[in-house]
T-cell receptor
Framework: EAGVAQSPRYKIIEKRQSVAFWCNPISGHATLYWYQQILGQGPKLLIQFQNNGVVDDSQLPKDRFSAERLKGVDSTLKIQPAKLEDSAVYLC????????????????FGEGSWLTVV | KQEVTQIPAALSVPEGENLVLNCSFTDSAIYNLQWFRQDPGKGLTSLLLIQSSQREQTSGRLNASLDKSSGRSTLYIAASQPGDSATYLCAVRRVDTGRRALTFGSGTRLQVQP
């Protein structure tokens, strides 16, 4: 079974530039998450999708971050303009659905997209 | 607001030692608690999931316990091996309506010396 795919793996940009990350979840997974993990910290949720609808984007800095999952499958996360404090790993994760997670089914993470803003 | 704390932040032990990692959370209204492993440069891998009605879960040399009333969980690793070296993260799933994403601790970085 293929895992959660993310690209690019690494990106270095200058502040005020833009960047986009792509995620392809496991086939059939209805729920997709984007997490931000700053070095030395645990992942923090940015946005949660159920199919192509947003469930939770309360911690997404909407003045500079945007995300979409138009067809309910793959997703893109965009940062424009980037700031130095956006340097982090952006993790995509997916699951069968939040109901199934509550019931004990696990969530699967991709290897992450590493962003350095200089 | 749910906060998750993990102690210690880092731990170094000799191979073969048994060890305990600690996790505490401030809001006991959770669906479940999960322990993950993160290797350098990699994503997270789920190790154990404990439902709020359960007290513990075991997988091989790993045993996780949950005391929801006191807001604590422990991950016990028996007979540690160098391959266990990684960062271990605990995460809880809140019981907020419509918001069931995981809240993570900052992790414990474990190094097992050969």
């Amino acid at each position: 079974e293929a895992g959660v795919a993310q690209s690019p793996r690494y990106k270095i940009i200058e502040k005020r530039q833009s960047v986009a990350f792509w995620c392809n979840p496991i086939s059939g997974h209805a729920t997709l998450y984007w997490y931000q993990q700053i070095l030395g910290q645990g992942p923090k949720l940015l946005i949660q999708f159920q199919n192509n609808g947003v469930v939770d984007d309360s911690q997404l800095p909407k003045d500079r971050f945007s995300a979409e999952r138009l067809k309910g499958v793959d997703s893109t996360l965009k940062i424009q303009p980037a700031k130095l404090e956006d340097s982090a790993v952006y993790l995509c994760a997916s699951s069968l659905g939040s109901y199934w997670e509550v019931a004990g089914n696990t969530i699967y993470f991709g290897e992450g997209s590493w962003l350095t803003v200089v | 607001k749910q906060e998750v704390t993990q102690i210690p932040a880092a731990l170094s032990v000799p191979e073969g030692e048994n060890l305990v990692l600690n996790c505490s959370f401030t809001d006991s209204a959770i669906y479940n608690l999960q322990w993950f492993r993160q290797d350098p440069g990699k994503g997270l891998t789920s190790l154990l999931l404990i439902q709020s009605s359960q007290r513990e879960q075991t997988s091989g040399r790993l045993n996780a316990s949950l005391d929801k009333s006191s807001g604590r969980s422990t991950l016990y690793i028996a007979a540690s091996q160098p391959g266990d070296s990684a960062t271990y993260l605990c995460a809880v799933r809140r019981v907020d309506t419509g918001r069931r994403a995981l809240t993570f601790g900052s992790g414990t970085r474990l190094q097992v010396q050969p």
